[in-house]
């Protein structure tokens, strides 16, 4: 008995410990400590064939280049940053990265059925149990993807990544 009132008064002063949290990686300051670094960018990667002579080319970074799975991670990551400073709810934020990542999940999903893993068939969710598809799945994915990247970029105040031409640099579209 003596044993477990020492673990409950010890789990009490840990919880009573971690509100008077100040340490400066985890406080409302903004100093950048939640920001995810984006992948470097590959300079020696060839242009996009879709680049014109006025336009710069944009490299991408070479760990998602042959990855569709990555490569939205990637955008939704970089596209979530470089919009979060809109004063428009998280939410509509969140909806315009989907949108503007759209081509990026386009191709991750025909990879997919590609490799034969979104076919139609449905089975249940593994975080609802509701009936669902592998492509809806990832559709699921990247809203969340994209609501956590733009409330984790107003939250530490991150930095969005260069921009050319009105679009984040290192996009491996």
């Not at 990247?149 to 050319?164: D, F, T």
Request: proline share 10%; glycine share 6%.
């Amino acid at each position: 008995m003596a044993t477990l009132r020492a673990v409950v008064l010890t789990a009490a002063s840990l919880s009573l410990a971690a509100c008077n949290n100040t340490h400066p990686a985890t406080t409302a300051s903004g100093n950048g400590a939640r920001c995810l670094p984006f992948p470097p960018v590959n300079a020696a990667a060839p242009a996009p064939a879709a680049a014109s002579a006025q336009a710069p080319a944009l490299a991408a970074a070479p760990p998602i280049a042959g990855d569709p799975a990555a490569a939205v991670e990637d955008c939704l990551h970089r596209w979530s940053y470089t919009l979060a400073s809109s004063t428009d709810d998280a939410n509509q934020v969140a909806t315009a990265v989907m949108a503007a990542c759209g081509p990026s999940i386009a191709r991750w999903n025909q990879a997919a059925v590609a490799n034969g893993e979104g076919g139609p068939d449905t089975a249940p969710s593994l975080m609802n149990g509701q009936e669902t598809t592998p492509l809806t799945e990832h559709f699921i994915f990247a809203q969340g993807r994209a609501i956590f990247y733009v409330v984790q970029a107003r939250a530490g105040k991150c930095a969005a990544p260069p921009l050319s031409n009105g679009t984040p640099v290192g996009l491996a579209d």
